[in-house]
Every structure is written in structure tokens, then in C-alpha cells.
């Protein structure tokens, strides 16, 4: 089981910026991406970006579309969320998972969360 170490996160003002990044120890082949989802207080954990390791192609909830950008470190095993023009209704908690798979309703992760980055937006 990947261990996973996510940094980053923060407290920011309405329209800033933070970045998020997030490292595997491993990764197996048969990833098909890595990414991030949110929960905000009182709501449930939802997607926000996901990466794919062999063309990195991106996938972003409309939410945050244009706003932040997911990226990666294939030899690092590390993906990164940049995240600017930030809301205060990006307020959240940011897990990432290792393992990502797309479907066609949704990103369904599939690996375990990493601890969580809190992240708060005033406005």
C-alpha cells in the first residue's frame, strides 16, 4: 500500500492562491490517474481534478474549471494542485488518492485518502 504525503494547503484570501501536492511512495503500473477531491463542512467528499500518469490528460470538476490546474512529477510520483482565484466556497478539506479511474458518470477513486489538507478561504 502506497504510503502517501500531501503538503500544502493554508489559509488564503478570497482570490489568492495555494498549491497542493501530494507524493506516493509507489505507484503500480495500472494507474490509470492520480487526483484530488474535497469536503466541505457539513457536505459530502466530491471530486475536484484528477490527472492521467501516461498522457496527463486532466479532468476537472466545473466547479473549479479555469481556476485550478493539476499537475504531475511522473518520476517523483507526485501530483500538484494549483489552485488561484480561490472562493471562500473552496473552503474545504483536500484529500488526494492515488488511484483514480474515469468513469463515464464520474472519477471514482479507488485508493486510500491521504490525511487531508485543510484549506480556508476568507472572504
Known amino acids: 500500500q502506497a504510503y502517501l504525503a500531501e503538503s500544502g494547503g493554508g489559509l488564503a484570501q478570497a482570490g489568492g492562491s495555494l498549491r497542493l501536492s501530494c507524493a506516493a511512495s509507489t505507484r503500480p503500473v495500472s494507474t490509470y490517474a492520480s487526483g484530488w477531491f474535497r469536503q466541505a463542512p457539513g457536505k459530502e467528499r466530491e471530486f475536484v481534478a484528477a490527472?492521467?500518469?501516461?498522457?496527463?490528460?486532466?479532468y476537472y470538476a466545473n466547479s473549479v474549471k479555469g481556476r485550478f490546474t493539476i499537475s504531475k512529477d511522473n518520476a517523483k510520483n507526485t501530483v500538484y494542485l494549483q489552485m488561484n482565484s480561490l472562493k471562500p466556497e473552496d473552503t474545504a478539506v483536500y484529500y488526494c488518492?492515488?488511484?483514480?479511474?474515469?468513469?463515464?458518470?464520474?472519477?471514482?477513486?479507488?485508493?486510500?485518502w491521504g490525511q487531508g489538507a485543510l484549506v480556508t478561504v476568507s472572504s
Open positions: 488518492n492515488p488511484d483514480v479511474a474515469e468513469t463515464p458518470a464520474s472519477m471514482l477513486p479507488l485508493g486510500s
Open positions: 490527472i492521467s500518469w501516461s498522457d496527463g490528460k486532466a
